[in-house]
């Protein structure tokens, strides 16, 4: 039986607690479960939001990157399909993107840049923080296999999408940013990131062939092993910082797109493109997921839309409650 956050034990059918509607909403209440105890941890006092951070900093900079790099070392990729789970995602994910760009700039009247940061928030998903754990929960060992191949360059096609599509928008304003200035932008949120750094070197000691030295492994399973719990707790406890004022109707649009559009879309281009069934789910859950900080991280780096993209990242984390388990229902009912 595999356990939140440990990727290398063996899972019986339909991951961690079968396939059945009562396990799945078992895995749901305990996966939101830990982000609801973070946040009420915050909300009583009983921890400072500043602890959160922290927790937050350590899951991000050495939990996770672990995770991926011992999954990168060890996982068995054949029939995960990467390019056609590529492009059901990210097609997916670019429709709903444009949906979000027109509802933006359109029906609220916001100005162009506003509608990148409003297109980001409605199609990037927390694939770390909550979808790692969640994933292994859900579908165990084989899932995250499959999940971390969407990791591997979810932040930086989005990243570059949004950056390029900033500076588009805003040529009309100061002329716009150079393919220098561009790239710097791209590099200073890519290259030092540590979940890319752990991907990375997870690839390059594949590729030497060698095993891990024992002693080394003990070390990566035992911080690896803590990543998902800890990521969810201070996913929970960092959601004290953020309010929702004044972006209420937009960040409640934005999501609903990012809640029911883009998981539909990618049943579509999964049934289109013929995923198998295992790497179907995995990409439908992970469309299902709300957005991460990553959306508000961006909006501060931009300098616009840090209230709309804090808001919908916290009414959509509280909706998936629900619509995570529907969405896992519409999976399984339609990929078995």
Known sequence: MIKIGQAHCTPGPGGLFGNTVSSVLETILFVFGLVALGYLAGLTGYLKIQVGDALNQFAVGVAMPLLLFRTMVGADFHGSAPWALWSSYFIAAALTWAVAHL?????????????????????YSNLVLLGIPFMLGVYGAPGFEILSLLVAIHLPVMTMVSIVLFDFFGQRKSGGMGVGEIGRAFASRVVPNPLMIGIFAGVLWRMTGMELPAIIERLVDALAGIAGPLALFA????????????????????????????????????????LPPMTAKVAVAAAAMPAG????????????????????????????????????????????
């Open 103 to 123: 509802v933006m700039t359109m029906v609220f009247r916001r100005d162009p840049q506003m509608g990148v940061i409003g297109g980001f928030s409605a199609s």
């Open 293 to 336: 900080v990553n959306s508000y991280l961006l909006a501060v780096q931009l300098g616009t839309g840090q209230g709309l993209a804090s808001s919908q990242m916290t009414i959509a984390t509280v909706c998936a409650v629900v619509t995570t388990a529907f969405w896992l229902t519409i999976a399984h009912a339609v990929f078995g």
């Open 235 to 274: 996913m929970g406890l960092g959601l004290r910082k953020f309010s929702i004022s004044g972006n209420f109707l937009p960040a409640a649009v934005l999501s609903l797109l990012k809640l029911f559009l883009m998981p539909a879309l990618v049943v579509g281009m999964a049934l289109l493109l013929g």
